[in-house]
């Protein structure tokens, strides 16, 4: 929706399996067209796959088969990145592709979780560039931009390391709550409605869809679990804390997270610089 409106001039044209989905996109613009994905492909000048990182998996080859030798460039929007990009280092048309992630979204997904500002003043990372044509990876460059973001390279170690923490261990952590917490209902009836805003915050991501994020978590096992096992022994440390009445301690673990704040409100300040 972003490019429809800052570059309208840009012919974009969908592929999708759901009829629903495709009749939405269609009626509100999202896309112009919307085509089978080989045709899609052939019309493209610049191809983006957003879908599951395990169908990503799954169909990047082909995609890479079909554009290999041409001047069209590949980006992927998958959430996890070393597995993506193991699968087709040794691809002939590897350099036509750009490993992305947009760091951007919401608990919602599909066509009507799209909105202009979704991808203001956020952070796209890009990884492994050094395998991509210098000309698909200003061609990434300059599609980034036009929605506004602020490009970042990392490895796909370090970015998949990264998000574990600052994405992946938080879907984990909201899910196992909703399980208790519903669990729980059946012993209090009511129980969810005796809530406050602080649990509707933290169970917000509970909504996130399965089909996007089982594969996630699949695809990151390794270091999912290492940042699970972090969580785990810190929430044990906390309960230690209580149980042994240690009010200093308890005290000071919190006043150690509450420094946290302070660099969330530092990036606020730098994404408050961009939208200017």
């Known amino acids: 929706m972003k490019i429809r409106k800052t570059n309208p001039g ?3 044209i969908g592929t999708e399996t759901n009829p629903e989905h495709a009749k939405f996109a ?6 112009e067209e ?22 990503i998996s799954e169909v990047l080859p082909s995609i890479l088969d079909q554009v290999s030798g041409t001047k069209k460039v590949v980006i992927d929007a998958g959430s996890t990145k070393a597995g993506i990009c193991e699968r087709v280092k040794n691809h002939p048309g590897r350099g036509n592709f750009v490993a992305g992630h947009p760091i951007a979204g919401t608990e919602n997904s599909g066509p009507t979780a799209a909105f202009d500002s979704l991808f203001d003043a956020k952070r796209f990372i890009i990884c492994a560039e050094e395998h991509s044509y210098p000309w698909a990876l200003e061609a990434a460059i ?3 931009a036009m929605l506004q973001m602020e490009v970042t390279f990392l490895s ?8 574990a923490y600052v994405s992946h261990l938080s879907h984990a952590i909201s899910y196992s709550l909703g399980v208790s917490v519903l669990e729980m209902e059946k012993e209090i009836e009511g129980l969810v409605e005796l809530s406050g805003t602080g649990f509707s915050s ?7 869809s399965a089909s996007m994020w089982v594969p996630v978590l699949m695809q990151n096992q390794l270091e ?11 929430l ?3 309960k230690q804390l209580i149980n042994d009445r240690d009010e200093t301690g308890l005290r000071d673990f919190i006043l150690h997270a509450n420094e946290i704040h302070e660099l969330l409100v530092q990036k606020e300040k730098a994404q408050a610089k961009l939208k200017l």
Do not use: C, W
Request: hydrophobic share 50%; charged share 25%; glycine share 2%.
């Open 142 to 144: 300059q599609f980034v």
């Open 236 to 238: 044990e440390k906390v």
């Open 26 to 31: 269609l009626s509100t613009g999202i896309v």
């Open 156 to 163: 796909p170690t370090v970015h998949d390391r990264s998000y």
């Open 224 to 234: 999912t679990t290492k940042a699970i096992d972090r969580f785990i022994s810190r």
């Open 34 to 55: 919307v085509l089978p994905m080989k045709e899609a492909i052939d019309k493209a000048d610049l191809v983006l796959i957003a879908l599951p990182v395990n169908l």
């Open 202 to 208: 933290m169970v917000r991501l509970a909504k996130s």
């Open 10 to 12: 840009i012919v974009r």
